[in-house]
């Protein structure tokens, strides 16, 4: 008696909570579909006078904007809102169209809600499937390694047609976008397949592809990455647990098997491979290396003797002996190498 009651009790209940449902779902759905529709319809009656959403590739010198069909990976979502609603600097000092003695015009402008509308829009329909998340990790990027980007973006010419700020001031040539704030704007797997071959995306536009190494094109993006962003965090090896667990007995025959051949099987900076060196390998028996700060050590190794303004001599071990071999070397040294008595 009591469980068919409550069986009816429950089944009284039942049209409601479908009708409950029914109207949610009458209600969302529509809602849904109008900013979807809102995005598409935006993007077709402002935008696409003047830029491309579908198709191949192109020559910027027959666009009026730059193309879009990557629209929705090539772009940080706030950075896109900010763009949208004119709170962003134009790009290129010269005007997109450089050739037709354009000045950068201003922008249209959409409301937030449009704003949205289309960042979603792009979101969900302008993918391209050459570019691969998570295809770089930069959890690991170290601020030498930005130095390092820095300095391929003067060494390869990126220079020569993109501005940066240093030291406050725009430098570079003002050709093309500039890149003051490029950390906050680009997707950075985007960026990644950009690099690894502009002409993918801009073919016959004045752009140039760079003969780097795969090491290379992570520097230069990675530092790409850090333009504009305040506080970027950089990864600090020595503040990780490789260091806290570092074993000096672990890093006594990682200094025989790479070290010993310049620096001596005593550090004394006499191994077989130091005659004929200039300027000699380290002795490190004379050198207090407890005292060295473990980031400089760190450097040294993993990067050469080069990124320290040292002699390239100095191989960089950091594609060689793993991190917590690294770690487990630099105990060795500290606790191995504490100066001269009474020096
Ligand atoms: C009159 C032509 C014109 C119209 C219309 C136009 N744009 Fe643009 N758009 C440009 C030009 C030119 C640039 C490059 C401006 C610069 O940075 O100096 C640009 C840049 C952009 C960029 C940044 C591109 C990049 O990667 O450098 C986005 C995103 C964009 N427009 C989206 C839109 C959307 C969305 C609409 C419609 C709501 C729209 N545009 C309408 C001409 C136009
Ligand atoms: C000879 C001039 C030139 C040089 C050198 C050059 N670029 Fe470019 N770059 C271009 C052109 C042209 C484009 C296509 C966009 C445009 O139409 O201006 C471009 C596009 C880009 C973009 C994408 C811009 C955007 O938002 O769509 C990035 C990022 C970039 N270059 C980075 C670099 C880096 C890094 C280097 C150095 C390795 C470099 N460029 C060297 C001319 C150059
Ligand atoms: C091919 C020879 C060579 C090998 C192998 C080598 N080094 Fe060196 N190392 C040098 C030279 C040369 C210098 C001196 C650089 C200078 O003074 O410009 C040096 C300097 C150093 C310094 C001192 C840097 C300073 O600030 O004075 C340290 C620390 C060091 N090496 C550690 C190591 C460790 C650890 C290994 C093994 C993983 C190693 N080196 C392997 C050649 C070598």
């Not at 000045?103 to 979101?123: C, I, M, T, W």
């Not at 003797?305 to 002699?311: M, Q």
């Amino acid at each position: 008696m009591e469980i068919a009651k409550e069986i009816r009790s429950r089944s009284t209940h039942m049209p409601l909570l479908l009708a409950v449902l029914f109207a949610q779902l009458n209600f969302v759905a529509p809602v849904f579909a109008e900013a979807y529709e809102l995005g598409e319809r935006l993007v077709q009656d402002q935008c696409s006078t003047c830029h491309k959403f579908q198709g191949t590739h192109e020559s910027k010198f027959n666009l009026k904007g730059p193309d879009l069909m990557w629209a929705g990976d090539k772009y940080q979502r706030d950075w896109l809102l900010r763009w949208l609603t004119g709170k962003e600097p134009n790009l290129y000092p010269k005007g997109y169209r450089w050739d037709k003695g354009t000045r950068a015009q201003p922008h249209v402008v959409l409301s937030k809600d449009g704003a949205e509308n289309v960042a979603d829009y792009f979101e969900k329909n302008l993918n391209d499937a050459r570019v691969k998340k998570n295809a770089i990790d930069l959890s690991d990027f170290s601020e030498m390694e930005s130095g390092f980007g820095a300095k391929i973006f003067k060494e390869f010419s990126c220079l020569g047609c993109h501005q940066i700020k240093e030291d406050g001031k725009s430098i570079g040539g003002p050709i093309s976008a500039d890149l003051f704030d490029s950390g906050n704007r680009y997707n950075v797997d985007w960026l990644l397949r950009f690099a690894l071959n502009p002409q993918d995306f801009t073919p016959h536009s004045g752009e140039y592809l760079a003969d780097l190494s795969e090491l290379g094109v992570r520097y230069i993006v990675g530092y790409l990455m850090t333009l504009g962003v305040e506080d970027y965090k950089f990864y600090e090896p020595w503040k990780t647990d490789h260091f806290k667990n570092a074993d000096a007995s672990r890093g006594t025959p990682i200094y025989k098997e790479y070290c010993v051949q310049c620096h001596g099987a005593k550090g004394e900076g006499d191994g077989p491979g130091a005659s004929g060196l200039q300027p000699k390998p380290a002795a490190h028996a004379k050198m207090a290396l407890n005292e060295f700060p473990e980031d400089y050590l760190y450097n040294v190794i993993y990067y050469g003797g080069k990124s320290v303004g040292k002699s390239p001599s100095m191989p960089d071990w950091g594609l060689t002996i793993p991190p917590q071999g690294i770690a487990d070397l630099i105990a060795y040294l500290r606790v191995t190498f504490k100066g001269e008595p009474g020096a």
